[in-house]
């Protein structure tokens, strides 16, 4: 087994193509949509050297050109990063195992895996020291949650070792548990070449089960601080303001944790108001009278005078027109929506379009 101080390797998978995330996935695949001023994957790669990891493989698929250009060798982060694209999408395991030839550890040695959508206060040292102390062939980071009828669950023990992974419950009678995959593993690294290469695999639905049917030894730890999963538009602005507002830590946040985030190169008129963790990208102008409370407004984009923006996230370069309001909507890179409009209730305006002033309402009269 390997020594505590040799550092883990990490495998971040982040080539999915964040379909449920559309308009922000149009140009930009989802890890490296802003959250709190950097792109998101940026907050995994700083909590992973946090906790001690030097060497992380990128796992890439969807725009894979997209993320070597910004973070480089990963030496700016105090890393090593290397990057592999999949030329057909494999699914979870699949994608690990493509990767498995970038890694130099020992066949007894731990190797983290994270999902690029995945946003929480996990304890990552916590979980590779139960991963070495339980001698576990993986390790899941498992959390516990008030409805588990959406997700995969996974029952464990009175040690922690998982016992089952049940699918989506139907019935009641099905809860067993509230616990469900978080989406971190530590994986025994001569386990990674058991799965199967040249095709698609699903670790969730495929590797795990398969595992533990054929005896493995399968560690769960429950880790219930922090954990969004950002797959769609609402989350992800919820996650960037939870980072601003402190809530779950990363230290890749550009600035003081607070109520409001105002990145280089932005201007905001005196009398507006932003709250709620709100994130107002660079270069962005925001008008007199704006009200804006947990959303992000990103690069070069423009809220005028009198607008009201609540929970949404407005793309980079779009404009807002003057007394429109948006409440929980997602505005594409480039959109212009024109002044006296009002969109709510998940509403997703495409990249670019053209909405001419008071052109959709929700109600009668402002």
């Known amino acids: 087994m390997a020594l505590a101080s040799n550092p883990p390797e990490a495998i971040l998978l982040v080539g999915g193509k964040g379909t449920r995330l559309r308009p922000l996935t149009v140009n930009t695949p989802k890890p490296m949509v802003p959250a709190a001023g950097v792109p998101f994957l940026t907050h995994q790669l700083a909590r992973a050297r946090a906790a001690g990891v030097r060497h992380i493989v990128l796992a890439t698929s969807y725009l894979a050109e997209v993320f070597e250009p910004y973070f480089g060798d990963g030496s700016a982060f105090g890393l090593h990063l ?33 999902n690029g959508d995945i946003l929480t206060g ?49 019935t009641p009678e099905e809860i067993v548990t509230d616990q469900i995959n978080a989406g971190a593993y530590v994986f025994t690294r001569s386990v990674i070449d058991t799965i199967p290469t040249g095709r698609p695999v699903s670790v969730e639905r495929e590797t795990f089960p398969g595992l533990l049917a054929a005896g493995a030894h399968l560690q769960g730890m429950v880790d219930s601080t922090y954990w969004l999963d950002l797959g769609t538009p609402q989350a992800f602005v919820r996650g960037s303001a ?53 959303s992000a407004v990103l690069d070069g984009a423009v809220v005028e005078d009198g607008a009201q923006v609540r929970d949404t996230l407005v793309g980079a370069r779009a404009r807002i027109g003057a007394r429109t309001v948006l409440d929980g909507v997602v505005v594409g890179d480039g959109a212009l929506i ?26 009668s009269d402002l």
């Open 242 to 294: 939870d980072l601003v507002l402190g809530r779950v830590p990363s230290p890749a946040v550009p600035g003081r944790r607070g109520d409001r985030l105002v990145l280089a190169g932005a201007q905001v008129a005196r009398d507006a108001k932003i709250t709620g963790g709100t994130v107002i990208g660079a270069g962005a102008r925001i008008g007199s009278g704006v009200r804006i409370d947990g």
């Open 82 to 114: 290397e990057y592999v694209t999949e030329e057909e999408p494999l699914g979870t395991g699949g994608a690990i195992r493509n990767v498995a030839t970038r890694l130099t550890s020992g066949p007894h040695d731990p190797v983290l895996v994270f």
């Open 338 to 363: 024109g002044p006296d409009n009002e969109l709510r209730d998940g509403a997703r305006v495409w990249c670019d379009a053209d909405i001419p002033p008071g052109a959709v309402r929700f109600s």
């Open 122 to 170: 996990l304890d990552i040292r916590a979980l590779i020291d139960t991963h070495r102390s339980t001698g576990a062939d993986v390790s899941l980071h498992l959390t516990r949650v008030p409805d588990p009828r959406a997700f995969g669950l996974v029952p464990t023990d009175a040690t922690g070792r998982v016992t089952a992974f049940l699918e989506k419950p139907q």
